[in-house]
C-alpha cells in the first residue's frame, strides 16, 4: 500500500517568500498532522487536522496556516518566510479510531 | 522535548550483540511510538505502545511499556548494519495523538 505522500520533496525560497507544502494521507486515513524538524532537532507538533477540521494546535506561527481538504490531503502554508523556517517538514497521517501515525519523507525546505 | 528523555544519545555495537534503548516520559503515556529515522530522511514506523505491561516485537525488535505507563524500552537481538539510525521514541502525553519527540539514538552497528 502507498504511504504518505509529500511535495515537493525539496523547496528552495528566499527571505520573505511563500511556500505551499502538500500532503497526501494514507488511503482511508482522515486525520493528518504536520510536523517541522529543524537541524540536529527533534520533530516539533505544528498542527493536525480531523475530517477537514483542525483538531489541535502546536507551535505553528502566524505566518503559517494550514487546511485540509474534502479528499483528506493537506496543504501548509508558510509566508514570509524566516531563514530560521529551514527544516525537514513532515506530515504524518492516522486513521479513525487508530492511533498509528505514519510519516511521510518529509519535505525539505531551504531558506537563502 | 524535555518531557521526553531518551538514552544513550548514541550507541555503538559490534554486529551480532543485543542492545537497549530507554525513553522515559515526566507525564503518564497515552501512547508511546518508535520510529526510525535514516538521517535527514523520514520516519518509518516500528511500533506503538498504549497498555501498561504492553510489549510487542517485529523481526528482532521488541518493545515494552512498563506498567505505570511512563517509560518505554526498545531492545534490539543480534544487531545488524542494517539496524543503524537514529531511534526516536514519540510520545502522546496529552491524549490527542500530539506527540511529542525525545532528542533520538544514534545507533551504529559496526560489522
Known amino acids: 500500500a502507498a504511504g504518505v505522500i509529500q511535495s515537493p520533496r525539496h523547496l528552495i525560497k528566499e527571505k520573505r517568500e511563500t511556500a505551499t507544502l502538500k500532503c497526501y494521507p494514507i488511503s482511508r486515513h482522515d486525520t493528518v498532522y504536520w510536523y517541522q524538524q529543524g537541524p540536529g532537532q527533534d520533530p516539533q507538533f505544528l498542527i493536525s487536522?480531523?475530517?477537514?477540521?483542525?483538531?489541535d494546535k502546536g507551535s505553528i506561527p502566524d505566518r503559517f496556516s494550514a487546511q485540509q481538504f474534502s479528499d483528506y490531503h493537506s496543504e501548509l502554508n508558510m509566508s514570509s518566510l524566516e531563514l530560521g523556517d529551514s527544516a525537514l517538514y513532515f506530515c504524518?497521517?492516522?486513521?479513525?479510531?487508530?492511533?498509528?501515525?505514519?510519516f511521510g519523507p518529509g519535505t525539505r525546505l531551504t531558506v537563502t | 522535548s524535555q518531557e521526553l528523555e531518551q538514552s544513550p544519545q548514541s550507541l555503538i555495537v559490534q554486529e551480532g550483540k543485543n542492545l537497549t534503548i530507554n525513553c522515559t516520559s515526566s507525564?503518564?503515556?497515552?501512547?508511546l511510538y518508535w520510529y526510525k529515522q535514516k538521517y535527514g530522511e523520514g520516519l518509518i514506523f516500528l511500533m506503538m505502545l498504549q497498555k501498561g505491561g504492553e510489549e510487542k516485537s517485529h523481526e528482532k525488535i521488541t518493545a515494552k511499556l512498563d506498567e505505570k505507563k511512563q517509560q518505554s524500552s526498545l531492545h534490539i537481538t543480534a544487531s545488524q548494519p542494517s539496524h543503524a539510525g537514529i531511534y526516536l521514541c514519540?510520545?502522546?502525553?496529552?491524549?490527542?495523538?500530539?506527540?511529542?519527540f525525545g532528542a533520538g539514538t544514534r545507533l551504529a552497528v559496526h560489522p
Open positions: 504524518a497521517s492516522s486513521a479513525a479510531f487508530s492511533y498509528e501515525q505514519y
Open positions: 514519540g510520545a502522546d502525553t496529552g491524549g490527542y495523538n500530539k506527540l511529542i
Open positions: 507525564k503518564t503515556l497515552y501512547g
Open positions: 487536522f480531523y475530517e477537514k477540521m483542525q483538531s
